[in-house]
């Protein structure tokens, strides 16, 4: 349902999102059979596409050509990818979306290795674009992506972080690579300055809506509809929107210190999800995403007049009220 | 060129490595990056011979020696205990240098060099993970080697035109990495040749290897020492060269 709620949404750049998805394809051909083997798997794997959407309708207020834009289009869907792949091993998951991962078809070599050719090959591919800017700014993204996973790290079972500490954490986790999706797209097409300041801007606002949606769906929805445990996260240590807002909660902190010392027992989990799921935690961090989608909504206002905006508009909704 | 200014031109580069690759929360988990000497010698060494590094040509000899650090931390990452704090910051310690190089490059808009370099890890990607590929022969594997100990290298010196110096450049390395294989071996320890026939199934047992290993390097020190006599070179280069080789 929500698969092909998207679809719809895709439907004006349809024929241009398979080009991406065959140049992804043909870009991570390989010499090597396991290299191949798990990139295949990966794309098998899906996944929304968010980031080359973002990049093919931003650019669509510049000079649009998808010959060029598969330029950037394609690099950032596999830096995307790689960082997954590496996720994995840092997080010793053994599933995503469902599927096994690369570390557990294999082990944790090989999803390094794995890691490495493609963020090779992400590069290799946009060193097609000469401009400076854009490789400055995807440089930038790249290294702020993984200081936001080591914030992560850092800030795992602390209890004591504010509200602050966590936007921070998902911006660079997050919303820096939908922001730059945008901006890159727009810079690569040549848009002007005023239209690259405000879509990148509804891109970091788009990015943060969509983080804590995912964050409140850790709790919300279905083992099945998440392809995990539900409050995975939490048993992870990592400290998401709606714990913050309740982890005052008498009836919380019994969970909480036990997700710290020895890890929570299946009941306990259900029990763990049944309090978060009934308090206005949810509600509220609903809220939050809800005014970061009204900042994304007001900056696709200020964008000049073109029949994207509807498209803009849509996708940021779509992200933001989806249910899993 | 004398001995004093070949080790001054190593520390040099090395320390501004760890210069760009400074991260507080890195460095007090996971430690300072590994930084080979013979690496370092290398990725310098044409420059050495010539003309000296300017800063632009400085700063891309940082970044293959920060993308180098990179790879190599990832060599790092365990099979077991892979939800330590040291394991997850080592996986991302490596992402942070590889980002870290790209951002070097991108600000001194050498797109040529990150395009090379790219294409560099992929291939040397494509040589790691041949580990865990089979049927493969001991030529195979030793040119495994001298892909993951030379290729960004070899790249760095094409888009400086120092391209007579390839053959040299890989000789030397692969020799070096051969005699540390050997080493590791005739410590009772697995490098990445007894594992890759390990994992391959083939029977060759550690004493065939130490004897196989021995003849591989005689023969490449013999080709390389041909190379050094046909190649013009400074004398205290060819010395340092002599002294990495015999570790």
Known sequence: MEKMKLKMLYADIKSDIEIIENELEQALNSSSHILNNASIYLLQGGGKRIRPVFVLLSAKFGDYNIERMKNIAVPLELIHMGSLVHDDVIDDSDMRRGRETVKSQYNNRVAMYTGNFIFGKALQYVTDIEDPRVHRILAETMVELVNGEVIQIEDKFRLDQHLKDYFRRIKRKTALLIESSCELGAVVSGADEKTIRHLKRYGYFVGMSFQIVDDILDFTATDKQLGKPAGSDLLQGNVTLPILLMKDDPMLAPYLEKVASHGLTEQERLEMLALVRKSTAIKEATKISNLYLQKALREVEALPNHPMKKKLRDIALYMGKRKS | ???????????????????????????????????????????????????????????????????????????????????????????????????????????????????????????????????????????????????????????????????????????????????????????????FLYKA???????????????????????????????????????????????LIAI
Not at chain 2, 199 to 211: H, M
Request: hydrophobic share 35%; with cysteine; charged share 20%.
């Open chain 2, 1 to 191: 060129m004398s001995a004093t200014s070949i080790t001054q031109a190593i520390n040099t580069l090395q320390s501004n490595i760890l210069q760009h690759v400074h991260h507080r929360a890195l460095l007090q988990n996971v430690g300072q990056p590994t930084l080979q000497q013979e690496q370092l010698f290398f990725i310098q060494f044409p420059f050495l011979n010539e003309t000296p590094m300017n800063d632009e040509q400085m700063k891309s000899a940082v970044a293959v020696g920060v993308v180098h650090a990179s790879l190599l931390e990832h060599e790092n990452v365990k099979e077991t205990e892979s939800t330590s704090k040291q394991q997850q910051l080592t996986v991302l310690s490596g992402d942070y240098y590889s980002g870290r190089y790209y951002q070097i490059l991108a600000h001194t808009g050498n797109i040529a060099l990150i395009q090379k370099l790219s294409q560099g890890i992929v291939e040397r990607c494509e040589h790691q993970v041949r580990i865990y590929e089979q049927s493969h022969t001991l030529e195979d594997w030793i040119d495994s080697l001298t892909v993951i100990e030379s290729k960004l290298i070899e790249q760095f010196y094409v888009v400086y035109n120092f391209t007579t110096y390839i053959e040299l450049m890989k000789q030397s390395l692969t020799v070096i990495r051969l005699q540390k294989e050997l080493n590791t071996l005739q410590q009772g320890q697995s490098g």
């Open chain 2, 197 to 243: 026939f390990l994992l391959d199934g083939q029977a060759f047992s550690r004493d065939a290897l130490i004897e196989a290993l021995q003849q591989q390097i005689q023969q490449r020190n013999e080709q390389l020492q041909e190379l050094l006599n046909n190649t013009k070179i400074d004398e205290e280069l060819k010395q340092t060269i002599a002294q």
